[in-house]
């Protein structure tokens, strides 16, 4: 069935035919009569089944008429990355109406996100933690809401954000429409969503958790201290072009991205400790061809929309077959096809066999040829306990070193004496965030930064 018969206003369907879609996905063919109707909408599909547009539609096509200057959707997502897609998303599918919209995430100045809040931009994408920052001030007000989703809810479930999206219903008007969409529909989100909607349209298209159809997957058993050689051996023999490549720290990405580069490939990272201005300017060369090789951990697993990407590679295996699921999801997106490669070491058989258990098949092992599988390892991407203390000891005297020598060229003595202005390194300016921990975490989310929400109108 074409677009044409969902009767979508004329000016989204010229957006969507510009885009190149000619027809809806399933989750879209059943999603959006009914939210178009104004009815809840509880929905779970695979991820790259294009649930995005399932409730970017019905709810552009409803704001198109409305007076401008009221802020009357809200759209709740767990990553800064997937956030700024869904803005992106948004501004194609709506660049023939008059709709304004702005991201809300932390990692960048507040003040062009006030501004958003100020002049009453139609649609918020937000993250939860840094849409509550906003919702201590008085300008940040949602009396005029009519819409609100929760995209990718499992995943902001198993980052914790439960009490803060709890939060922000507080803030935001009770009678509403309310989208529900999750990959998986684990128990607490089931209960969620009992308290969250009304007599909801429910549509379920993926019974079982599995990778989208057009994934060609492949498990290559290596011993893990050979890992990183045998991804340069596949890379260097055109085995794989590009690749988004997902390990299971931040440290490991940022050892793997430097052994790729001394090794002439291409090659950036995306993780929590990078800054937003880092994190999107990676994300933009692995898009332009710029970078070969996007290194990620799993903040980026639901967070990136990469256009015919070719391969994906579990440098590690994740230890939860969701994960795995939305790892691999980044490729075959919009009915294309990919391929997803997993590096299996001796230790991680047993968390792979519990990957295929979950998804229904047991993966065919590939053996490369000519590459040396009784190779001595060349360096090696874990740090020892004692060099991390090092490191710790080291970074803690330099702030202290910092500390002193500011507090002396103010004339205040010692840091945090004379008059209040030597601040120590663990003092916040009033009204700041607190808290640290992992990115897209209660708590965590980075402060400062440049740059805003891209605001459309």
């Known amino acids: 069935m074409p677009f044409s018969t969902l009767k979508l206003h004329p000016s989204l369907l010229k957006g969507v035919k510009a885009l190149g879609f000619t027809r809806p996905t399933p989750i879209q063919t059943e999603a959006i009569p009914p939210a178009l109707a104004g009815r809840d909408v509880l929905a779970s599909a695979t991820t790259g089944s294009g649930k995005t547009a399932a409730f970017l539609l019905p709810i552009l096509h409803q704001l198109i008429d409305k007076p401008r200057g009221t802020t009357r959707a809200l759209i709740l997502t767990p990553t800064r990355e997937l956030a700024a897609q869904i803005l992106d998303d948004l501004s194609d599918l709506a660049i023939h109406t008059p709709i304004s919209a702005a991201a809300i995430f932390g990692g960048v100045g507040m003040g062009p996100q006030e501004h958003a809040f100020r002049s009453g931009v ?6 939860p933690g840094r849409l509550l920052d906003h919702f201590r001030m008085p300008y940040a007000k949602l009396a005029g809401l009519e819409h609100l989703v929760l995209d990718e809810a499992d995943r902001m479930l198993d980052m914790g954000f439960l009490p803060d999206i709890r939060r922000v219903l507080r803030h935001i008007p009770s009678r509403r429409q309310t989208l529900f969409f999750s990959a998986t529909m684990p128990a607490p989100i089931a209960t969620l969503t009992r308290e969250l909607l009304h007599d909801p349209a429910i549509v379920t298209l993926a019974r079982r958790a599995a990778p989208a159809v057009g ?8 011993a893990q201290e050979l890992k990183q050689a045998l991804l340069v ?48 300017e990676a994300l933009a060369g692995f898009k ?5 090789v996007l290194v990620a951990t799993d903040i980026a697993a639901r967070g990136i929309d990469v256009e015919a990407l070719g391969h994906v590679v579990n440098f590690d295996v994740p230890l939860v077959p969701d994960d ?61 306990l004692a060099e991390r203390i090092s490191q710790i000891r080291a970074r803690k005297a330099h702030e202290r070193g910092r500390a002193k020598l500011n507090a002396e060229r ?11 202005r030597g601040r120590g390194p663990s003092a916040r300016p009033r009204g700041s965030s ?12 980075p402060r400062g930064g440049r740059g805003g929400p891209r605001t459309r109108r």
């Open 122 to 127: 139609d649609v918020i994408v937000a993250t």
């Open 215 to 222: 994934i060609t997957q492949a498990v290559y058993p290596v």
């Open 233 to 280: 051996a596949l890379l260097e023999r055109g085995e794989i072009q590009e690749a988004l490549v997902f390990t299971r720290t931040k440290h490991r990405a940022d050892r793997l991205t430097m052994h790729l580069v001394r090794n002439k490939i291409e090659a950036v990272r995306i993780h929590g400790n990078r800054s937003q201005s880092q994190r999107t």
């Open 288 to 292: 332009s061809g710029k970078y070969r």
């Open 324 to 384: 795995y699921i939305h790892r691999v999801g980044r490729t075959a997106r919009a009915e294309l096809t990919g391929e997803a490669f997993t590096f299996v070491s001796p230790g991680e058989q047993s968390d792979m066999a519990r990957i295929e258990r979950a998804i229904g098949k047991s993966l065919p092992r590939i053996t490369v040829p000519d590459f040396d599988y009784s190779a001595k390892p060349k360096g090696n991407l874990e740090v020892s």
């Open 410 to 420: 103010r004339g205040g003595g010692r840091p945090g004496e004379g008059g209040g």
């Open 434 to 445: 607190s808290g640290g921990g992992r990115d897209g975490a209660p708590g965590g989310r």
